[in-house]
Every structure is written in C-alpha cells, then in structure tokens.
C-alpha cells in the first residue's frame, strides 16, 4: 500500500509542500491525457485512511467517492493534453506536458513533487523525483491517480452522449471491441487520435479486426 515515506523524506513533516503528480489517458485512441497534481493535508481523515490506491485497484465507484473526499480537503489541480497535442508532440510528451500545466495550476509552487513513472517533464518549477509505480508507493501520487481517472472518465461519458456508436462510457475510448465496432461504422471523430496506428487504417478506408488481442484490450488504466 502506499504511504508518506517519500513526501516525507522530501520535507513534508517539516510543512514542505509536496505535490504529487499523475495522469490518465496513454493508450485510449480517443480523448486528452489528463494529469492532477495533489497536495494532501498533514492528516488524512479516518474516511480516506487505507484508501489510497493505484486508480486501476480501486472499482469505479470507489473512485468517485474518494476523488469528492479528496476535494474536500486537498488541494488539486488539473491539467491536460489534447488530442491535436498528442499527435503533434507523441503520448510520452503529451503525457509529460499535461503534468507540468497540473503543476502549473497549484496555488502556489510546491516545494518538491513526486512524479509517476521515469522521467520529469521539463523545466519542473521544483526540484522533482520521478517514481516508477509511484501510484502504488506514494500516497500523493496515489491522489493524483484517482482524481485524474474520475475526471477524464467523467469527460469522456459525456462525449459518448454527442458521439454515440463508440462505447465510450464504458471503454473511455480505449481500443475494445465495441470502439472498433464503431470505427469501423461510423469513422473517426475529432476526438480521434490520428497518430495511433488505428485509426490510421480506419481514416484510410481500412477495416479494424474484431477479434484477437488488440480488439479485446480493456479500459484498464
């Protein structure tokens, strides 16, 4: 389960502000990559205490319950790439740009802050450390998880009510079989990464496979 070891190694418990960072949103073919960034209070509340965890270990409406918590008394910030950035600037940029614009949205800059995964967007305002898993370990990065699914969950439930035949209430515009069912109905929308390799066929007049591996991947981030 994560914990505070690392915000506190960084100055927490001095009352050093730690944010933790995190985003949502690599592998769906549709949709922005959403990042939050966390600052957690000193005490977590009975009601989130054992709570905390990597977004993918927590059942959708958990998730939910705890992000409305974690407004309560946290401070959070959003920040995202579209689809236009992702394809211009590749998902791993993509990714890293909408960390840095959720920092960006804090209060006031942080002291320190904890990243998921291996590398640091650019030209941090703090000094940072990049966590592997970090979602797992750290109970910031673990906020900054669940705040940023239920956001681009919620985000994308809504854009399956204008773009129906897709799925993506259910699938969040990751590559399933229902999502590939209306590709290859319906086409593309602009909301449509044209730089990943499926929607590349579709926008070329291909049809997309309905069965093996690829049709069957899950909405699992």
Not at 43 to 66: A, F, N, Q, V, Y
Not at 141 to 156: P, W, Y
Request: aromatic share 4%; charged share 25%.
């Amino acid at each position: 389960m994560p914990d505070f070891k690392r915000e506190n190694a960084l100055g927490r418990t001095l009352g050093r502000r730690v944010a933790g960072l995190d985003e949502v949103g690599r592998g769906p073919l549709a949709g922005p990559v959403v990042a939050a960034a966390v600052v957690l209070p000193g005490r977590l509340p009975r009601t989130l205490k054992g709570r905390l965890d990597d977004s993918k270990r927590i059942p959708p409406p958990e998730r939910i319950e705890i992000a409305a918590a974690l407004a309560e008394i946290a401070e959070i910030a959003l920040g995202r790439a579209e689809v236009t950035e992702i394809d211009s600037l590749n998902i791993h940029h993509a990714g890293l740009l909408a960390m840095a614009r959720a920092l960006a949205g804090l209060s006031t800059v942080p002291a320190a802050c904890l990243i998921d995964g291996n590398r640091l967007p650019p030209d941090l305002p703090c000094p940072g450390e990049a966590v592997v898993g970090g979602d797992g370990a750290c109970l910031s990065i673990a906020a900054a998880s669940i705040v940023a699914k239920v956001a681009r969950d919620t985000e994308m439930t809504a854009l399956a009510e204008r773009f129906p035949g897709y799925g993506w209430h259910t699938n969040m515009g990751y590559g399933c079989r229902a999502h590939f069912e209306g590709l290859n109905r319906l086409g593309a929308t602009e909301h449509h990464r044209r730089s990943f390799r499926p929607v590349q066929l579709v926008l070329a007049g291909e049809l997309l496979p309905l069965r093996g591996k690829q049709a069957e991947v899950e909405a699992a981030e």
